[in-house]
């Protein structure tokens, strides 16, 4: 971030401000971490601020402090139109085109309110006033302690938003085994440890609150499990009955995808949904290397993200999604090989 932005963004923390914090829809670790890190800080300058999720997220994310604070915009738009209508500063974080927020995009383009970006996605879009973005952080909660040293602020970092943005670092690196963790990483989670993020703790409440229907349903996802040897690639199916089967709830699937990559000479790795309600099949797509995850989603299923993690969305039934999918792969075994 230039150092004008960041001149600038002092002397807006100088004065009480109306201030409104944006995750992305379907809100995850980093997003909830990252907006719930900056709210405590916020609140620490004296800033009204609130938090406004376009919709609901996991139960294993809703033991962080300040958590029960959260508006969410499906259920309470009318109270949230208000907040951003009046918002003299809304910050966008976790994503960088404000379609990301579903129904409350016409809300947030509609506002006169100045926009701060933070966000480590590819191709942002023009939106903001201010904008951080760098896609070679691990994660935004890395961005926001990043912002806050910035403001030359880590003296104000205390326990809480030291435990919200460790959840969302652990979270997005997937417990900092992915490519995207750095040293630089370590060393910002090794201050978040000082200030008083309790890491087994964090690691305990995010990743072992699984549910008996949770781990069935893990057993489903991995019995669909098929593998494609001729590209290095394995995928996952989950139809509708099956999610209903074993009681899917919001969050059930984080991370299934993984086990796909997991395999032995696998280099790409999705995982196909199926959400009637919303009549789409939602995709994730993991990959090792330099396979970009986010170019194949951009082309050909809706998507984005990162290098190695992307998703997607497709509006054919599952079946052909996958017919769609598979047919695609060819074009890319050079590339898969050559890994």
């Not at 601020?49 to 508006?71: C, H, Q, R």
């Not at 984080?254 to 990559?261: D, I, K, M, P, T």
Request: proline share 3%.
């Amino acid at each position: 971030m230039k150092k004008e932005a960041i001149s600038d963004i002092k002397q807006l923390l100088r004065s009480p401000k109306k201030m409104v914090i944006v995750p992305h829809k379907n809100p995850d670790g980093d997003a909830i971490g990252s907006t719930l890190g900056l709210y405590h800080y916020l609140r620490i300058h004296n800033q009204e601020a609130v938090i406004i999720a376009p919709n609901d997220y996991p139960e294993f994310l809703k033991w962080m402090p300040g958590e029960d604070s959260i508006l969410k915009y499906d259920t309470d738009s009318e109270k949230c139109d208000a907040l951003i209508q009046d918002a003299d500063i809304i910050f966008t974080l976790d994503f960088n085109a404000l379609n990301r927020t579903g129904n409350m995009e016409p809300a947030l383009k509609a506002s006169a309110a100045m926009k701060i970006m933070i966000d480590h996605h590819q191709q942002p879009d023009d939106y903001a006033t201010y904008m951080y973005s760098d896609v070679s952080m691990s994660s935004t909660c890395e961005m926001v302690y990043h912002f806050i040293a910035m403001l030359d602020d880590k003296n104000l970092i205390n326990q809480d938003i030291a435990t919200c943005l460790y959840t969302g670092i652990m979270t997005d690196t997937g417990s900092f085994r992915f490519a995207s963790t750095t040293s630089e990483t370590h060393r910002v989670t090794a201050f978040l440890m000082d200030k008083g993020a309790q890491h087994s703790e964090i690691h305990n409440a995010v990743m072992d609150a699984n549910s008996f229907e949770r781990m069935q349903l893990l057993g489903c996802a991995l019995s669909n499990l098929k593998v494609i040897p001729e590209s290095r690639t394995a995928f996952i199916t989950l139809s509708q009955d099956e999610l209903n089967t074993y009681n899917y709830k919001k969050g059930d699937t984080e991370g299934f995808v993984n086990y796909a990559l997991s395999l032995q000479n696998i280099i790409f790795a999705a995982i196909f949904i199926e959400d009637k309600q919303n009549n789409i099949i939602k995709i994730s797509l993991r990959s090792k290397g330099d396979f970009s995850v986010n170019e194949f989603a951009r082309a050909h299923f809706e998507g984005g993200g990162h290098t190695n993690a992307a998703g997607g969305k497709s509006d054919l039934s599952l079946p052909e999604t996958v017919e769609k999918f598979i047919s695609i792969l060819p074009a890319y075994n050079n590339a898969l090989k050559n890994e």
